[in-house]
């Protein structure tokens, strides 16, 4: 657990570092499974559920492959 938190802060680290949100939620899982996972959510004041807990599959937008590699490639950058 205590590497998974480590983990989890790292890329939190990294996330704020390409994309500067105001705040960042974290949301950890476990409960289907036999592992645990982190979600981070940049959230932006006046964006989309600021104030509120975020949606698992809110449907709003889908990037293509292009631009989730694009993101990710950010993300390992700054890690």
């Known amino acids: 657990m205590q590497c998974a938190l480590a983990e989890s802060a ?3 680290k990294a996330i ?3 994309f500067h949100p105001e705040k ?11 592992h645990l996972h982190v979600h ?3 959230k932006y004041r006046d964006g989309f ?3 509120g807990v975020f949606a698992m599959n809110p449907g ?3 990037l293509s492959e292009s631009e989730y590699a694009e993101m990710a490639e950010k993300i390992r950058a700054a890690l």
């Not at 960042?24 to 036999?34: I, K, Q, V």
């Open 10 to 12: 790292r890329a939190a």
């Open 16 to 18: 704020h570092a390409v």
């Open 24 to 34: 960042l939620n974290y949301g950890a899982y476990g409960d289907t499974g036999c």
């Open 40 to 42: 981070l959510v940049p």
């Open 49 to 51: 559920e600021w104030g």
């Open 60 to 62: 709003q937008k889908k």
